[in-house]
């Protein structure tokens, strides 16, 4: 199976090399890399040049955006203008953070996995984090068939059905959602453990910590069930002030109007499948 990867950067000179040698290392190589330097200002576009210069594989865009790390719609941007330099000749694509390390095996087992079943949509493993005492720890949410944003593969006909990523906070979300719209399943694999060198949320603004709750609007959740996931939140991470930051992203995004993500019958099916988990879980 043919597969490319598509790499958002923006300021990734600590991280990038490493990400990028653990793509060289892999049993099953990419097709291509397609790396996008997003308004980077350290040295982040020397190493991509560096790399690009000495395996044809890696491929660099070079683009402007804002400096602010907004999560959700810089990344996609950026992700979308790799996407648009691609061509329509592969069989999975890869959304991949630039400060990952993956195992060697990675893509051999993703490709096995999408061969194993054609209804599998999107695929991946699980994130491990390092803690203060040098201890890679599992950092995954609760939901073990959610697969990380930062290590994304889509089939190409379940990127197709979903119509590409959403540009908003929650687009990691929703693709999953829609894909079980359209009838493909999400598979992780435990085996795969991959080594996320950047804490989660670290390089968040202050202006993010409402987006949450516009999402789960914008997603057509509704009041109840946002509750309810904003409490698990909340509950996860030890934060009350997760809660309430949620719902009045939520309140906000209602009084905005804002547009939403879904149509009213994917927003249907979305509600009865939480509703549906919700209930799994509690009986």
């Known amino acids: 199976m043919k597969y490319y990867i598509i790499i958002p950067a923006h300021n990734e000179e600590a991280f990038i090399k490493k990400t990028l040698d653990s793509i060289l290392h892999q049993t099953k190589k990419p097709k291509q890399v397609i790396i996008v330097n997003d308004n980077s200002t350290d040295a982040t576009a020397t190493i991509l040049d560096s790399y690009a210069e000495k395996q044809a594989?890696?491929?660099?865009?070079?683009?402007?955006?804002?400096?602010?790390h907004m999560p959700g719609s810089k990344v996609v941007n950026a992700f979308n203008k790799g996407l648009a330099v691609a061509d329509n000749d592969y069989d999975f694509i890869v959304k991949l953070d630039a400060d990952i390390i993956l195992p060697e095996n990675y893509?051999?087992?993703?490709?096995?996995?999408f061969k194993s079943d054609e209804k599998i949509g999107i695929a991946g493993g699980f994130a491990y984090e390092q803690d203060k005492f040098g201890n890679w720890k599992l950092n995954h949410p609760m939901n073990k068939d959610h697969v990380r944003g930062a290590f994304k593969a889509y089939r190409k006909s379940c990127f197709s059905k979903i119509e590409g990523l959403r540009s908003a906070m929650g687009w990691d979300?929703?693709?999953?959602l829609l894909a079980q719209y359209h009838n493909f399943t999400i598979f992780t694999d435990n085996s795969l453990k991959v080594k996320h060198l950047r804490p989660t949320g670290n390089a968040y603004n202050k202006q993010a910590?409402?987006?949450?709750?516009?999402?789960?609007?914008?997603?057509?959740?509704?009041?109840t069930i946002s509750c309810i996931a904003s409490l698990k939140m909340a509950l996860k991470q030890n934060k009350i002030a997760v809660f309430f930051d949620n719902l009045t992203g939520y309140k906000n995004a209602k009084k905005e109007k804002l547009p939403f993500l879904v149509t009213p019958k994917e927003g249907n099916f979305i509600r009865e499948l939480r509703w549906k988990n919700i209930k799994s879980k509690l009986f």
């Open 173 to 176: 979300t929703v693709d999953e």
């Open 209 to 223: 910590k409402l987006l949450q709750g516009q999402a789960m609007y914008r997603m057509r959740y509704g009041f």
């Open 57 to 68: 594989i890696f491929k660099i865009v070079n683009t402007t955006s804002s400096t602010k």
């Open 107 to 113: 893509f051999e087992k993703i490709i096995s996995i």
